[in-house]
């Protein structure tokens, strides 16, 4: 019976011993989350009387103690003890998620740029309800890598209400992204198509008016008196967003030496096009192809430019 006690006594005392060394080192304890803000004010209690006891940037972990009414008791890395809102941490597979989005935005190609136009939620899949992975100020400059399309979900219009009475839910358009930011370093996920506003070239804004340009790219350049001149690629989509393609019209806009203006030396309509479009130049030309869905089934379309001259080359399946 001595032997039991004492063995009792010490694994009591080997507890003891863990529980100090981890309130003293700092390391937190409980479920692993991390903070997704800025900055996240942890505060003393829940009542209105509060004071803040530790002060959170983007990517700390926490351990998560408890939770309570969308609020989360949280210990910090130096063992500040407070509580945040749920909203302002990612839970373990989200972050991680968002951490391997940004390995997979680093090896896409920009398919365009642009800027975000309001406070814009980044989400770690397409959609409202998708995990939430950070938070972009208005004016932040991001690259556009690809499009995807959403059902709004009930409750965010008045569109969306009435899905509920047999019409069908309206579709939003999302653009998966990448921006580098100052306090959270690199951010990929998909926003909401109209938070941002494209930053197209001034050249291509001219001819802007009925359609929305989705990617665009600078192909080769010629020579002008003054200076030489770009020449681009631009594919876009008139009427409503939440189309099943990503674009159904291609343009090329080249430089004419004699008027000294931009005009359309090609162009494409009636496509089903998916990003991304892939520009190669070699040589003397540059190439450029992408996926369309035809009637025959998924085809692959290459054109190749040479000077101010485009030619498709190839289509097959």
Same mark, same amino acid.
């Given at each position: 019976m001595k032997k039991i006690v004492l063995?009792? +006594?010490?694994v009591a005392?080997?507890?003891?011993?863990?529980?100090w060394r981890v309130s003293i080192s700092?390391? /937190? =304890?409980? @479920? &692993?989350a991390y903070a997704r803000e800025r900055e996240v004010t942890v505060w003393s209690r829940l009542a209105q009387v509060r004071e803040p006891v530790a002060m959170l940037r983007y990517g700390e972990r926490v351990g998560v103690l408890e939770r309570r009414s969308g609020k989360a008791s949280v210990r910090t890395a130096a063992g500040a003890v407070g509580w945040v809102d749920e909203t302002q941490l990612s839970d373990v597979d989200a972050w991680e998620r968002g951490a391997r989005m940004v390995e997979q935005a680093r090896v896409m190609p920009p398919q365009g740029r642009g800027r975000t136009k309001v406070l814009t939620n980044v989400r770690a899949e397409p959609g409202r309800s998708g995990p939430k992975l950070y938070q972009f100020r208005a004016g932040v400059p991001v690259e556009i890598l690809a499009r995807a399309v959403a059902d709004m979900t009930p409750g965010e219009g008045a569109a969306a209400s009435k899905a509920a009475g047999g019409e069908e839910p309206k579709r939003e358009d999302w653009l998966f992204? #990448? =921006?580098?930011?100052?306090? =959270?370093?690199?951010?990929?996920?998909?926003v909401l198509g109209r938070f941002l506003e494209p930053d197209l070239p001034e050249a291509l804004r001219v001819y802007a008016a009925g359609i929305r340009f989705v990617a665009w790219f600078e192909l080769n350049r010629v020579p002008d008196e003054e200076g030489d001149k770009p020449q681009?690629? &631009?594919v876009g +989509?008139?009427?409503? @967003?939440?189309?099943?393609?990503?674009? /159904?019209?291609? #343009?090329?806009y080249t430089w004419g030496t004699q008027r000294r203006r931009y005009e359309t030396a090609f162009l494409e309509s009636n496509l089903c096009g998916k990003l991304p479009v892939r520009v190669e130049p070699k040589g003397a030309e540059v190439f450029f192809n992408f996926k369309n869905a035809s009637r025959a089934g998924e085809e692959d379309r290459q054109y190749a430019m040479r000077s101010t001259s485009v030619r498709r080359i190839t289509a097959r399946r």
């Open positions: 063995a009792g +006594v010490a005392v080997v507890v003891a011993g863990i529980y700092g390391e /937190t =304890a409980g @479920e &692993a992204i #990448r =921006a580098k930011t100052e306090d =959270a370093g690199e951010i990929a996920g998909w681009f690629l &631009a +989509v008139s009427g409503p @967003e939440g189309q099943p393609c990503d674009f /159904t019209m291609l #343009r090329v």
